[in-house]
């Protein structure tokens, strides 16, 4: 128990690297990628003590180079995720007895490996089976990660110190208790930090996990599982298991311990997980915690006072950084009629500069999409709008998995406000352009808040501050994470909470101590010192 009143050292946001030509860092790095193309990773499940191989290997392969092995990881099957779950259960009372400073101090002592000896190989990983570049990859799995640990702890202790007033003779308590169960967390494949984030979490708060990590990030979860188990994690209070999703489920939805869902993923994924839990409810101890940041279809609307070097900028940054594979990714523009033709020629003038490759060469802004089912996936939007007459293709619109999934940044203008690409997410490097009147700011509002289930991100564009009020206004329902002269992507933890409502999630907010008391189930204490000794009141006197 704490003999004391201790205090997380104060987070400030991890800097981010340049990896310009010269730096030690980009040298760091390139070696980094060179070594782990060399060997083949054999990576195990982690569950309880033991790192468990099944002989049922997954090849993995980088996107951008698909003839490639990186190595291969062993599928499990339902024995594995029932063996993760008593495991996780066998490891709760202990994790949860431990002092929170200790807790505090593992995923803080994770931090600092990760931003010294791991930083090379953690973005190495990211890069080569994320397909993302440098930048990409250092913003994500270094500082984001970096910053998910530091702030979660801080966030941690000020939950903690939240405790309610005392009166007379009566001495008041708050205690934050982790979840009757377990927690169950399923990451995607486009951020190494969520995916480090999601279990860790809930387990700093006190709780055990079992971690389904998306097939195509198995790569970079077995670095973070490294480095969580150098900095000290013991056995089984996170439980990493590859396992087709179906199956999982099957086991964990119908135990009785299932406490909790930590989830990112799609929105249709997402519904019928929820749904899942609503039908299985009799059979849990608690009403499980359900916690999930899906899909968006995430817009940048233009005022007719903004800067066009501002829009075309915010466009080509949020669109396609990443391919355009960021849930917060710019997917539909609404631009004015008086500001189009001069953001088309900047669009057109950066995209022409743009190269696209692997990102082992620091030169290529965009690089392949993740894999084979979403090349064609995306393929097939640009192919049928390449049909289409309600709908133009500016710029773009060619791709080739020959070597790697790659598809150019693409551009369309559609003639339509509610043509396909304008409402359904792609998750890909497509931006679709609607040119409005100038004059008709607001009722074009009223038109980005209605065209999408979704509510992610979104952005405004304007010089004229009575616009930014009126926008702000108008879509407070429509995102989530709302920028102003910004392109809609790059939330930073501590400095804007990440997440969205409506399609796009339930909106608790990663990056805040929102999120973290969605993991605790809290109990008040009262105790009274000096008890009544007689049951009769005052007010029970003759006169």
């Known amino acids: 128990m704490p003999k004391g009143n201790y205090y997380i050292p104060e987070p400030s946001n991890e800097p981010v690297l340049s990896y310009a030509p010269g730096t030690d860092e980009r040298e760091a790095l390139q070696q980094a990628v060179k070594e782990a193309r060399k060997h083949e990773a054999d990576i195990p499940m982690y569950i309880g003590s033991e790192e468990v191989r099944t002989g049922n290997k997954i090849k993995m392969s980088p996107p951008y180079d698909h003839q490639h092995t990186l190595g291969y990881f062993h599928e499990g099957d339902a024995s594995h995720v029932q063996q993760a779950i008593d495991a996780a259960l066998?490891?709760?009372?202990?994790?949860?007895?431990?002092?929170?400073?200790?807790?505090?101090?593992?995923?803080?002592?994770?931090?600092?490996?990760?931003?010294?000896?791991y930083r090379a190989k953690i973005n190495a990983a990211t890069m080569l089976a994320q397909s993302k570049n440098a930048f990409q990859a250092e913003i994500d799995a270094a500082c984001e990660l970096i910053d998910f640990l530091r702030f979660?702890?801080?966030?941690m202790q000020e939950i903690y110190m939240d405790q309610p007033e005392s009166s007379p003779g009566v001495w008041n308590r708050m205690e934050y208790r982790p979840l009757e169960g377990f927690v169950f967390a399923i990451t995607p494949f486009n951020f190494t930090a969520i995916s480090g984030n999601l279990p860790a979490a809930p387990a700093l708060m006190g709780n055990t996990?079992?971690?389904?990590?998306?097939?195509?990030?198995?790569?970079?979860?077995?670095?973070i599982m490294e480095v969580f188990k150098e900095a000290g994690l013991p056995d089984g209070v996170i439980n990493l298991i590859y396992v087709d999703g179906p199956v999982a489920g099957d086991v964990i939805f119908k135990h009785p311990d299932f406490a909790g869902l930590h989830?990112?993923?799609?929105?249709?994924?997402?519904?019928?997980l929820w749904?899942?839990?609503g039908e299985n409810i009799d059979l849990y101890k608690s009403y499980p915690r359900i916690v999930g940041e899906t899909g968006g279809k995430d817009f940048v609307i233009a005022h007719k006072s903004a800067n066009a070097q501002e829009?075309?900028?915010?466009?080509?940054?949020?669109?396609?950084?990443?391919?355009?594979?960021?849930?917060?990714?710019?997917?539909?523009?609404?631009?004015?009629?008086?500001?189009?033709?001069?953001?088309?020629?900047?669009?057109?003038?950066?995209?022409?500069?743009?190269s696209m490759g692997s990102p082992e060469d620091f030169s290529n802004f965009?690089?392949?999409?993740?894999?084979?089912?979403?090349?064609?996936?995306?393929?097939?939007?640009?192919?049928?709008?390449?049909?289409?007459a309600d709908v133009e293709v500016l710029f773009g619109g060619n791709y080739d998995d020959s070597v790697g999934y790659f598809i150019e940044p693409t551009v369309l203008l559609a003639k339509d406000p509610h043509y396909t690409t304008m409402e359904e997410e792609i998750f890909g490097p497509v931006l679709t352009v609607y040119v409005y009147d100038e004059d008709k700011f607001e009722e074009t509002l009223e038109l980005v808040d209605s065209t999408s289930p979704y509510a992610l991100t979104g952005a405004v564009f304007s010089k004229d501050r009575y616009a930014v009020e009126l926008a702000t206004r108008k879509l407070r329902n429509?995102?989530?994470?709302?920028?102003?002269?910004?392109?809609?992507?790059?939330?930073?933890?501590?400095?804007?909470?990440?997440?969205?409502?409506?399609?796009?999630?339930?909106?608790?907010?990663?990056?805040?101590?929102?999120?973290?008391?969605?993991?605790?189930?809290?109990?008040t204490i009262k105790e009274t010192l000096v008890p009544p000794k007689s049951y009769r009141y005052p007010f029970l006197g003759e006169e």
């Open 90 to 117: 066998a490891a709760k009372q202990q994790w949860e007895d431990l002092s929170w400073e200790h807790r505090a101090s593992i995923f803080l002592k994770a931090a600092d490996l990760i931003a010294g000896p």
């Open 152 to 155: 979660n702890a801080a966030f």
């Open 209 to 223: 996990v079992v971690w389904k990590p998306n097939y195509s990030q198995v790569y970079s979860a077995q670095v």
């Open 263 to 272: 989830f990112t993923g799609s929105t249709k994924v997402f519904k019928h």
């Open 275 to 277: 749904k899942t839990i």
């Open 311 to 354: 829009v075309a900028t915010g466009l080509v940054r949020g669109a396609f950084e990443f391919q355009g594979q960021k849930c917060s990714a710019a997917s539909r523009a609404y631009i004015p009629s008086n500001l189009w033709e001069e953001v088309k020629e900047l669009i057109g003038k950066d995209l022409k500069d743009i």
């Open 366 to 388: 965009v690089n392949a999409v993740i894999d084979q089912n979403a090349f064609k996936k995306i393929a097939g939007y640009i192919d049928q709008a390449k049909q289409d």
């Open 478 to 523: 429509a995102a989530g994470n709302f920028y102003i002269n910004d392109k809609p992507t790059g939330a930073v933890v501590g400095q804007q909470p990440f997440g969205g409502a409506r399609g796009s999630g339930t909106n608790d907010k990663a990056g805040a101590g929102i999120n973290l008391l969605r993991w605790v189930s809290a109990r």
